[in-house]
């Protein structure tokens, strides 16, 4: 019985070295991670990166895990990144510096984590002065691809603003900023869906209150853009067919019209020479500010626009090109089609069709064929007026037109519009005439293009 018993001791004895050496083992091997930095204070430009460069070593000599470095605006941490330390030596990287709106030049915290295979922790962090970046210009990148160079304000560095001439009171596009630092790609402002952020190039809508030289604005500091006018709707109302209305409109601004159903209906002509239709049922003025005369004819179902001058009568062309161009011809030609107002060159403005002017000196009608202008009957003239007087005729004339579009031409013997040789046209297609004055009337330019 000793002798067992004496056995089961010494059983229990070599059983339990183990276990009090591997206790002892654990003890001696946690580990103390050491970060050593060469500086305590560093600056960075928002948009940049900074490069950092981390001695990490264990005064223990327990293997390194891992190290984490983290940049905090405010104590939120806002761009991190963890390195493998397989080994004890120097570690550097590059940490982006974010570019966000609202956020001032100030005070950032770039911390270090170091954590070993015991899981030991050391942390060390290092102030770094953040700037916002000032820029000498950035670029405004309209959606039609054109690209404005923007300047800062004097008296707010990060407001920058510039000009555009615009036909319309909406203007669409994004910002762009040089690349900064040690990045290589220009800082994009635009559109994400709900507000301005960076990193797109999402076109940002624009409201002006007027066409013309509107004045483009972005503030780098909080994103914030301009114009962002909201457009008033002018409702005119007609109470009978045949009622005319003087009304003093305004290149893009927005109209309603009420006085018969069809208004609002697609059985409504609206001339898209001055009118172009929105989606909410409104419409966009498309041609120059100024003084028209609308008539709404409930029958056929449009309305009769034209320009007028100072003393209230209808334009004409002024010797300097300015005023209004009128067409007077066949029965195939007239508007809201030939079939309903058959002129067969008659006079006057119930009859006689007036151009758009869409620009000083530049005068524009837009005709489909089978609707405003009948293949078969392609004979018309334009006019100085709506009626007999100034015309454009034969070249050599105080008015004559050339054109070199393979459509249409201009007869020689008497400067009628017609048919060019060989050409052929068919129901459905519409085309743009346009004539340019700005150069003179010995010619003027006719040009005519095919939508």
């Avoid at 009090?20 to 946690?30: H, I, K, M, R």
């Avoid at 503030?219 to 209305?245: C, H, K, N």
């Amino acid at each position: 019985m000793k002798m067992k018993r004496y056995i089961k001791h010494i059983l229990a004895l070599i059983i339990a070295v183990p276990l009090l050496v591997a206790c002892n083992d654990d003890e001696t091997t946690t580990g103390n991670p050491v970060i050593t930095v060469s500086t305590e204070r560093l600056s960075a430009t928002m948009g940049d990166s900074i490069d950092y460069h981390v001695n990490c070593s264990n005064s223990t000599g327990v293997p390194l895990s891992t190290l984490k470095v983290e940049l905090c605006y405010g104590g939120e941490v806002v761009a991190t990144q963890t390195v493998r330390t397989k080994t004890e030596g120097t570690y550097s990287g590059r940490i982006k510096v974010p570019f966000y709106r609202s956020i001032p030049n100030g005070t950032a915290e770039l911390r270090y984590t170091l954590q070993d295979v015991s899981l030991a922790i050391t942390e060390k962090s290092l102030e770094v002065d953040i700037q916002r970046p000032k820029f000498k210009s950035i670029d405004f990148v309209c959606a039609d691809g054109k690209t404005y160079a923007m300047t800062p304000s004097a008296e707010n560095p990060y407001l920058f603003t510039t000009f555009i001439n615009t036909p319309s009171t909406v203007t669409k596009g994004h910002f762009k900023a040089p690349a900064v630092g040690n990045t290589h790609e220009p800082l994009l402002f635009g559109w994400n869906g709900k507000e301005v952020s960076l990193g797109n190039d999402g076109d940002i809508t624009f409201t002006s209150e007027n066409a013309g030289d509107v004045e483009i604005s972005f503030d780098m500091r909080y994103f914030e853009y301009g114009p962002t006018y909201e457009a008033q709707i002018t409702l005119v109302q007609f109470a009978a067919s045949g009622e005319t209305q003087v009304l003093n409109m305004s290149r893009g601004k927005l109209y309603e019209f009420e006085g018969s159903p069809e208004m609002k209906s697609d059985e409504w002509y609206y001339d898209p020479d001055f009118l172009s239709r929105n989606n909410d049922g409104t419409f966009t003025f498309k041609a120059l500010t100024g003084s028209y005369s609308l008539t709404a004819d409930f029958e056929k179902k449009y309305f009769r626009i034209h320009p007028l001058a100072e003393n209230g009568n209808p334009a004409s062309l002024q010797p300097d090109g300015t005023g209004c161009i009128w067409i007077i011809g066949s029965e195939g030609v007239n508007k809201p089609t030939w079939k309903a107002i058959n002129h067969g060159w008659w006079t006057g403005v119930d009859v006689d069709v007036a151009m758009a002017p869409i620009a000083d000196k530049v005068y524009q009608v837009t005709l489909t064929i089978g609707q405003q202008l009948n293949a078969k009957d392609i004979n018309f003239k334009f006019f100085g007026q709506p009626n007999w007087g100034v015309e454009f005729g034969k070249a050599g004339s105080d008015h004559y037109l050339v054109t070199d579009n393979p459509n249409f031409k201009v007869q020689e013997k008497d400067g009628n519009i017609a048919i060019a040789d060989d050409a052929t046209i068919k129901d459905g297609e519409t085309y743009v005439f346009t004539i340019d004055c700005s150069a003179g009337m010995k010619p003027a330019k006719l040009k005519v293009a095919k939508q």
